[in-house]
């Protein structure tokens, strides 16, 4: 998963957030201390400015003009730790400035700790400040100087970097200022230029890589030399895979040489890592160490075997436990991963789900007996056997001992302990959350709000019946107890927030043979989802202050008004980085903007069901388009292509074409072919646009990309699960422009190359065991539109309708398998790109029957949480709503607007995804 988002649930407790606008204990909205280096006055002749979480600081000539200087080079970093960082800022402020030497730095403790918390991205851990030096030898000058000015200060290792002796400086090859390149997957990417000086990647991998055209200087070769000194040959152990990796270090499966036995050794990083208490990784092996050994012999945690140091880094050596964790057996048994469970498989399931919730139970009784609190109870720490019934539990680097008495410092989101639960009740909270995660795991919808549980329980008793109603009533007591009475929601303006403190992350997928649960970071393990500071699960803080019952999805067009109500009460004109709150991604480059997740995509939802138009909106995305910002991409969902195609949508054809004569000036052939971010979706956009305007030069930049895409499509391609597939980034998107190029210009070659690119992703779709298609992924396989088998049924079907069907076969029936997909019982996610929503636009365009609609619209209704007392829906990873068209409330609004709209609202009635109109002819 998109490691961002536990970062990005820190600054606001209802919405995805920058790390920058962190308030620390300030719910008034003010920004969090700084460092007392970062509250300084701006020398003479410098100009400082705040971009992102950096302060940078630059020397200006006496027209306030930065100073001429490179724009890529060796740049030097300095690592530090919260103890020391304001010191290290100090003296590299001192020393840079006295020397005209442009730097920036982390300006407060909070933002240091997300760079080197344990799920922090592990290219850009432990840099705290950045120098630029002019050439070789002013950065042989400041390793030097700087380096003995900060001899003996600490900080975590920089894995991009190559450290300077022993000391917190580092340095690496890259760029100074910011420029970008299509790279090899046809995604915008920071650049470099090469030594023939074209744009190439600016490489940012967690290891120290020197560009093939860059000698590495002289002074720096014993530095290498050194770094490659440290090796694993003389240990006793052959290391076979890593199982996962974190900014703390890797887990990795191994042998002991001495006795053949299988072993799982546990890295961990110095001053990395760290917790929500401030504790590096280092300091939660040892913590881990002496819980481990407190339950020795217990027969349900590992017994250790070994503990070590190499290099700077801490080994914690265990047994192998053998098994699979929880999660994996949820996924693979869940009898609601089906249109129609069979009551036999849902009665099994429920007793073996109640078996295993008492097998983990009684060890965590057993774990409480000898004193120690596991803190870090969820699906991936609970081991079980390969009898599918014995269990273990895994993972004790947050435990503690029960007398302590303290907070949760790590969880994962769908089983974090609010605020007031401490010592044992921690562990007690989260066995509460596994009961109704067992059966419904969406129980991350408790960070946003508690009061949740008592509806899901209300779902498990339908859903299972043969559920005990005190297994469901006692689970809800414990989960909502101290949660107190509904809380009116803030009166504000539009744009005012209600910060908190927490830290989010976990994820929502399909996972072989299908994802039941939310998934954690790669590797199985849970995100610290405490990892700043313990998050407070919502107390229905969102709730309608009148006590009014919340829109039910079904209820068009009254649940219409109460989402278009929320999406506008959640917009911030007054704000340049997003117009409305949605995913993390809306704040990368350009994000702010397109149709996935940014302001087109909502304006676009709007204005396909028939709301009111939202006049402010459209001036911002014009406003906030001349010009247009830096390193915005240039594709359909991601960027310039989406945004005029909206803004053409909405009766600003000039803009639009402004915008696509800015793609067209790019080098655009580059771009991948898929119609997330690529050709496809550019050429759409083009087609459209020279018909609607008559432009002769879009009419034939639009063929030119039918002639790439054919051309591509013919050459050599890797066997399944090695491509992706899927409407958003497989074959399926140049599919859907070639097929609307074969009706607009009656080209067959168009129509052949779009059958066969179906036929390329149809090859990576595998059957599963309800007899559902679902693209194979390789780890999981996904149903979803964005990237699984509903979105290449989306133009399946399309396909089907132009040639009706004839000499097809393999697509009809491919079709009743992708719409088996579209009918299951349960998804983990609402949202549009990768949940139930998209399977509702799909139900809904291919005339699936009424009432297997209905009943997905309802179902729909599980995820459903209030904002200022109407209907909204949660992102990817359910820990903050989002009104984005991607994964929010807006593709929500446009699936229930295709699936709801009567012929009495006509505005309505052809709701649907950008040239994906309604069939022609449904299928029979």
């Known amino acids: 998963m998109d490691k961002r988002y536990e970062a990005y649930a820190l600054a606001d407790r209802l919405f995805y957030e920058t790390p920058d606008r962190l308030s620390a204990g300030d719910r008034a909205g003010a920004a969090a201390p700084g460092y007392e280096t970062a509250r300084r006055a701006v020398p003479d002749g410098w100009r400082a400015a705040r971009i992102g979480d950096w302060l940078t600081l630059t020397p200006v000539d006496d027209g306030r003009r930065p100073r001429p200087g490179p724009t890529q080079g060796w740049k030097v970093h300095a690592s ?116 023939g000086g074209t744009l190439v990647p600016d490489q940012r991998k967690p290891t120290f890589h020197v560009p093939a055209w860059v000698t590495l200087p002289a002074f720096l070769e014993p530095q290498l030399a050194a770094r490659n000194t440290t090796t694993v040959g003389d240990l006793p152990y052959r290391i076979e895979k890593a199982l996962h990796f974190s900014n703390g270090g890797g887990v990795y499966v191994g042998t002991d040489t001495r006795d053949g036995r299988r072993v799982v050794l546990k890295e961990g990083r110095p001053h990395a890592g760290l917790a929500a208490d401030g504790a590096d990784a280092v300091t939660r092996l040892e913590r881990e160490k002496a819980a481990l050994e407190r339950l020795a012999g217990l027969g349900v945690v590992p017994e250790v075997r070994d503990w070590f140091t190499l290099g700077d880094h801490r080994f914690l050596v265990m047994d192998f436990v053998e098994g699979r964790p929880l999660n994996s057996y949820v996924a693979e048994r869940h009898p609601l991963l089906a249109p129609d469970p069979e009551k036999g498989a849902v009665a099994a399931y429920t007793a073996w789900a109640l078996h295993v919730h008492r097998a983990v139970e009684e060890a965590v009784e057993a774990v409480h007996a000898r004193g120690i609190v596991f803190n870090d109870l969820h699906v991936f720490n609970i081991m079980v056997a390969s009898d599918e019934r014995s269990v273990s539990l895994l993972d004790f680097e947050a435990a503690a001992p029960a007398e302590e008495n303290g907070r949760q410092i790590v969880a994962h989101p769908g089983f974090l302990a609010p605020p007031d639960r401490t010592g044992p009740d921690v562990d007690r909270y989260a066995l509460a959350c596994l009961r109704l995660a067992l059966f419904l795991p969406v129980t991350s919808l408790f960070v946003v709000d508690r009061a949740k549980a008592a509806q899901l329980a209300e779902v498990i008793a339908k859903q299972f019946p043969e559920v005990p109603r005190a297994f469901l009533d006692e689970a809800v007591a414990e989960i909502t107890r101290g949660s107190g009475p509904a ?16 830290a989010g992350a976990g994820a929502s997928g399909m996972s072989r043979p299908a994802v039941a649960a939310p998934a954690g970071p790669s590797g199985g393990s ?52 997003r117009l409305f709150p949605g995913d993390v991604a809306q704040f990368s480059d350009g994000g702010g903007l397109g149709l996935a997740h940014g302001a087109a995509g909502v304006l676009y939802a709007l204005a396909e069901t028939g709301a009111e138009r939202y006049e402010e909106g459209e001036r911002w995305l014009l406003d906030h388009t001349g010009p ?77 990309t039918a002639h790439l895409l054919v051309r591509r499509l013919a050459e050599p391609r890797p066997a399944p699960p090695r491509r992706r597939a899927g409407l958003l980034r497989g074959a399926s998107g140049p599919a859907l422009f070639l097929l609307r190029r074969y009706e607009a210009t009656g080209d067959h070659a168009c129509l052949d190359a779009a059958v066969e690119a179906l036929r390329q992703d149809l090859e990576c779709l595998v059957v599963q065991k309800n007899g559902g298609l679902a693209v194979d992924e390789g780890w999981r396989t996904m149903p979803y539109l964005g990237d699984g088998s509903v979105g290449v049924g989306m133009v399946l079907d399309d396909c089907l309708d132009l040639t009706a069907g004839t000499g097809t076969d393999e697509f009809r029936q491919a079709r ?109």
């Open 487 to 502: 809380e009116r929601a803030p009166s504000r303006a539009a744009g005012t927030r209600v910060p908190t403190e927490g």
């Open 80 to 195: 530090a730790t919260r103890a020391n960082a304001d010191r290290i800022a100090a003296i590299v402020w001192d020393y840079c400035v006295a020397r005209r030497i442009p730097f920036k730095f982390v300006p407060g403790p909070h933002l240091l700790h997300l760079r080197n918390a344990k799920y922090a991205a592990r290219d850009t851990s432990g840099k705290f400040v950045t120098v630029y030096p002019a050439d070789e030898e002013q950065l042989h000058l400041v390793l030097r100087e700087l380096g003995e000015l900060l001899d003996g200060f600490d900080g975590p290792y920089i894995l991009t970097d190559l450290r300077w002796n022993d000391g917190p400086l580092y340095v690496r090859y890259g760029a100074f200022a910011r420029s970008f390149v299509v790279d090899e997957r046809g995604t915008l990417v920071p650049a470099v230029r090469d030594g």
């Open 526 to 577: 849970a995100s610290p989802f405490a990892s700043l500071s313990p998050a407070e699960p919502g107390d229905r803080p969102l709730a309608d202050p009148r006590g009014w019952p919340l829109a039910e999805p079904g209820d068009w067009p009254y649940s219409r008004d109460s989402m278009v109500k929320a999406i506008l009460a959640s917009a911030t004109p007054e704000r340049d980085d």
């Open 628 to 704: 247009v910002p830096i390193g915005t991409p240039l594709g359909l969902y991601d960027g310039l292509a989406g945004v005029a195609y909206t803004l053409d949508r909405l009766g600003h054809r000039q803009r639009a074409l402004d915008l696509v004569g800015q793609i067209l000036a790019e080098k655009w052939h580059k771009l991948s072919s898929d119609l997330h971010g690529g050709l496809a979706g550019l050429g759409l956009v083009l087609d459209r646009l020279a018909r609607t305007t008559g432009e002769s030069e879009l009419r034939e930049r639009a063929a030119e």
């Open 816 to 924: 009743e398998g992708i719409l088996a997909a579209a009918g299951y019982r349960f998804y983990a996610q609402p949202g549009l790109f990768e949940g139930r929503a998209g399977m509702i636009l799909h139900l809904a365009r291919t005339g699936a029957p009424r009432e297997r609609l209905a009943e997905q619209i309802a179902a729909l209704g599980w995820h459903s949480m209030p904002y200022q007392g109407q209907l909204a829906f949660p992102g990817n990873h359910l820990m903050r709503l989002s009104m984005d068209l991607g994964t929010g409330t807006a593709g929500c609004l446009l699936a229930l607007g295709a699936a709801l709209a009567t012929d009495d609202d006509a505005d309505a009635a052809t709701a649907q995804l950008p040239f994906l109109p309604p069939l022609r002819r449904r299928p029979q």
